[in-house]
């Protein structure tokens, strides 16, 4: 004969030992994801403005070819890196 598992006080008291820390888990989880929405967000919204200040202000710099050609030079060279350069 299988002997039916019946819940007991034990049972009721574990699960509101439980129902907190869940709770709390919960709010964290929903809370990261919309600090990750917000993010995605925000580098949307920058790449934009990038893209629209690009268009603005054009590609050419005064002075590029003449009196700034070595500095444009050194800039070309480091352009496609992620670090800053001073």
């Known amino acids: 004969m299988r002997s039916l598992l019946r819940f007991k006080q034990e049972h009721s008291r574990v699960l509101s030992l439980l129902n907190e820390p869940f709770a709390i888990a919960?709010?964290?989880?929903?809370?990261?994801?919309?600090?990750?929405?917000l993010k995605e967000q925000l580098a949307d919204d920058n790449q934009y403005l990038q893209d629209e200040l690009?268009?603005?202000?054009?590609?050419?710099?005064?002075?590029?070819?003449?009196?700034?050609?070595?500095?444009?030079?050194?800039v070309r060279q480091?352009?496609?890196?992620?670090?800053?350069?001073l």
């Open 54 to 74: 690009q268009k603005k202000s054009g590609r050419e710099i005064i002075g590029a070819d003449f009196g700034l050609k070595g500095v444009m030079e050194m």
């Open 26 to 37: 919960l709010s964290n989880f929903l809370r990261y994801a919309q600090v990750v929405k």
């Open 78 to 85: 480091v352009s496609g890196m992620n670090s800053p350069v």
